[in-house]
């Protein structure tokens, strides 16, 4: 799988956007771009996915570039709960996910 | 929403045993993976299963470990011969299908602890 590269923590604001960029320079063209999260040790959960276009759920927004290059996860209105492990994975047509490090966002009242 | 279960949720054992973690998959799921987080590192994946079969597995899944599907819901790991550095949070997780476009469902995990 392709590997990404993404800040090791950042800090946004409660009620702010929080934009969270990932590197994924050696992406290949059927691979996929996955954001998952964990909050404090609990089961990573599933936030958002998408191959080329722009994609928005209830939860968030991802940004890819035409490239495909890097892309930008959104969390449009940044809450205390949201403070948590962000992990983005590129993934290709197979069984598993590979888990880095991620981005440790910390929401601040 | 549908939710992948495990149990129990902390289990305590000593060097040696074995230990068999449970998991109930999303009932229209039918591939299932495990995975393992050991405190303070990267989630890591052990195994994925379909049609009652390994489809892959990671270095980390050697011959002290199993999995099974005993019954149309439940979806087992099991440790044979426990040892310290098997201590981790175990996570169950599932999918409808599979491929780039398929996300899996993770549970809330079963923390080991090998004393």
């Known amino acids: 799988d392709a590997k990404t590269t993404q800040p090791t923590s950042m800090d946004c604001a409660e009620g702010r956007a929080a934009n969270l960029p990932c590197n994924h320079s050696t992406i290949s063209g059927n691979e996929y771009v996955y954001w998952y999260r964990q909050i404090h040790s609990q089961g990573p959960q599933y936030i958002i996915h998408?191959?080329?276009n722009n994609e928005t759920n209830e939860m968030a927004s991802l940004i890819i570039t035409e490239d495909r290059k890097s892309s930008t996860l959104i969390l449009p209105h940044a809450t205390l709960r949201d403070t948590a492990v962000y992990y983005c994975i590129v993934r290709k047509d197979d069984y598993k996910l590979s888990f880095g490090a991620g981005t440790t966002v910390t929401v601040r009242a | 929403e549908p939710e992948v279960t495990q149990t129990p949720s902390h289990q305590v054992t000593q060097m040696g045993q074995e230990v068999i973690l449970r998991c109930v998959p999303i009932s229209n799921h039918l591939y299932f993976y495990w995975y393992r987080q050991i405190l303070g590192q990267k989630v890591e994946f052990l195994v994925s299963?379909?049609?009652?079969?390994?489809?892959?597995k990671s270095e980390i899944f050697d011959d002290q470990f199993s999995v099974e599907r005993p019954d149309g819901s439940n979806f087992t790991l099991k440790i044979r011969s426990t040892k310290l550095e098997d201590s981790a949070m175990y996570f169950c997780?599932?999918?409808?299908?599979?491929?780039?476009?398929?996300?899996?469902?993770f549970g809330s995990g079963t923390q080991l602890s090998v004393l």
């Open positions: 998408g191959l080329k």
């Open positions: 997780a599932s999918s409808e299908s599979t491929g780039g476009n398929e996300k899996l469902f």
């Open positions: 299963f379909y049609n009652n079969e390994i489809s892959e």
